[in-house]
């Protein structure tokens, strides 16, 4: 199928995609989270990956993660990955007007081929920072915002640009015996990670399940480790479990005892993950968060803010999107006094 200028295709979750990691690996927005590899961990209804070419090169994709509702098939972001979103080649050394302008046909000619859904919503990297087509096309979009330290080699300059409150948690753990290991024991991490959706009157919203299958496929392809935070007597502090590949690790989950919080363990762990980011080579993403309780975190750490957008279109009848609404807000309410965990 042609599009204009560009030859269009559409990969199945089942058919050889190494063309695409290879497009992955090159374009700046690419990331473990588009790997075919990845998809096919968390997306158990399946996917397909939309493809733009021009002179058989792939300059342009997005993957379409497919999840079947009752309402229909929707294109929405899988459990646990952060960004998806469009990939575009790597910018050439022509001049800036003629870049944007051919990154604009490029563009148009991805959204006029995406195929029909009631609901698309994706996250984009935060290096994709042209969504004007998707605009004109009718969709909508807002900012949410990640941390990242972008140079970790220097992990004096890491150091010295934490926050005073951060440097001084970690000495503290150092102090009193913690010691953080890298482990498989994802039943610990799991243990762990349970307890802090517990804390916060929240189910974990993954399974047990989804959770070894992904850890297994991560495993696999060596792309995760699990640190684990311990005292002297033996008892676990705190856990992470951070997935990586040869541009950026993730702090993709985290947990702990919370008995046992104000030991410092938690910051001393993603201090030693960021340590492993340094041996590596690699950037570190803290994954961001839109809670106001736990941004500070992260910013303490002394990482950059990055804008990112969350782009969507809705398609579904009034009545559909009226009581899903009723049925979100009734879920909250039932989750304030205490009838649904």
């Not at 640009?161 to 970690?170: H, K, L, P, S, Y």
């Not at 684990?228 to 947990?255: E, F, P, T, W």
């Not at 340590?275 to 590596?280: H, I, M, W």
């Amino acid at each position: 199928m042609s599009q204009g200028a560009y030859e269009v295709s559409l990969l199945k979750s089942d058919n050889d995609l190494s063309e695409w990691d290879a497009f992955v690996d090159e374009s700046p927005q690419g990331c473990i989270f588009c790997r075919s590899w990845w998809l096919d961990a968390v997306c158990p209804d399946g996917y397909e990956i939309l493809v733009l070419r021009k002179g058989g090169r792939i300059v342009a994709g997005m993957p379409l993660p497919k999840f079947r509702t009752w309402y229909g098939t929707v294109v929405q972001m899988p459990m646990l990955t952060q960004t998806l979103g469009v990939l575009l080649a790597p910018p050439t050394g022509e001049k800036y007007e003629r870049r944007l302008s051919r990154e604009m046909e490029v563009l148009r000619a991805l959204v006029d081929a995406i195929p029909p859904f009631k609901v698309i919503a994706f996250n984009c990297h935060y290096s994709f920072t042209n969504w004007l087509p998707f605009y004109w096309d009718g969709y909508t979009q807002t900012t949410r915002y990640t941390y990242v330290i972008e140079d970790t080699s220097d992990l004096d300059a890491v150091w010295s640009g934490m926050g005073q409150a951060v440097r001084t948690e970690i000495r503290k753990a150092e102090k009193n015996g913690i010691e953080v290991v890298e482990s498989d024991n994802l039943d610990e991490f799991w243990r762990l990670n349970s307890m802090t959706w517990e804390r916060q009157g929240r189910s974990v919203p993954y399974t047990r399940s989804f959770l070894e299958h992904l850890d297994e496929t991560c495993s696999r392809h060596a792309a995760r480790t699990i640190f684990i935070a311990k005292d002297c007597l033996g008892r676990v502090h705190s856990a992470l479990y951070v997935v990586y590949d040869n541009k950026a690790m993730y702090n993709l989950m985290q947990g702990g005892d919370p008995a046992l919080r104000s030991s410092g363990a938690n910051p001393l762990a993603m201090w030693r993950s960021i340590q492993l980011a340094a041996e590596r080579g690699i950037r570190y993403d803290f994954e961001g968060s839109m809670l106001e309780n736990v941004e500070p975190f992260f910013r303490h750490f002394g990482a950059r803010q990055k804008p990112y957008f969350r782009i969507w279109k809705d398609k579904r009848p009034l009545w559909v999107k009226t009581y899903q609404y009723l049925r979100a807000k009734a879920g909250h309410l039932a989750r304030a006094i205490g009838l649904r965990r």
